[in-house]
């Protein structure tokens, strides 16, 4: 079992910087891939990232590949979404998530097994 605790979320003015953090417990954190997803209102939840158990091969969606990375410090069981040049569309709550194996092809949220509680980013113009 893997419990997730997102935090970081706030406002922003756009072309601004937030950096969120997905806490885990658990000794076991190590061996998960980590997925991000995001859900706007009226929408359906979208795939953001994903990185392996290392954190060293990683996977983006095309909307936010060259501005946002993701990052994890086992050690500190903990992963990390680095949001740059935030746009006003970028709004959202934004979820972290973990599954047992990396796939570049783990762009839906079925695929995960484990969610934290989501925390709200809001991107002004």
């Known amino acids: 079992q893997v419990q997730l605790v997102e935090s970081g979320g706030g406002l922003v003015q756009a072309g601004g910087s937030l950096r969120l953090s997905c806490a885990a417990s658990?000794?076991?954190?190590?061996?998960?891939?980590v997925g991000w997803f995001r859900q706007a209102p009226g929408k359906d939840r979208e795939f953001v990232g994903v990185m392996d158990q290392t954190g060293g091969i990683t996977y983006y969606s095309d909307s936010v590949k060259g501005r946002f990375t993701t990052s994890r410090d086992n050690a500190k069981n903990t992963a990390y979404l680095q949001m740059n040049s935030l746009k006003p569309e970028d709004t959202a709550v934004y979820y972290c998530a973990a599954r047992k194996y990396y796939s570049n092809r783990a762009n839906q949220y079925g695929l995960y097994d484990y969610w934290g509680q989501g925390t709200q980013v809001t991107v002004s113009s």
């Open positions: 658990g000794r076991t954190f190590s061996s998960y891939a």
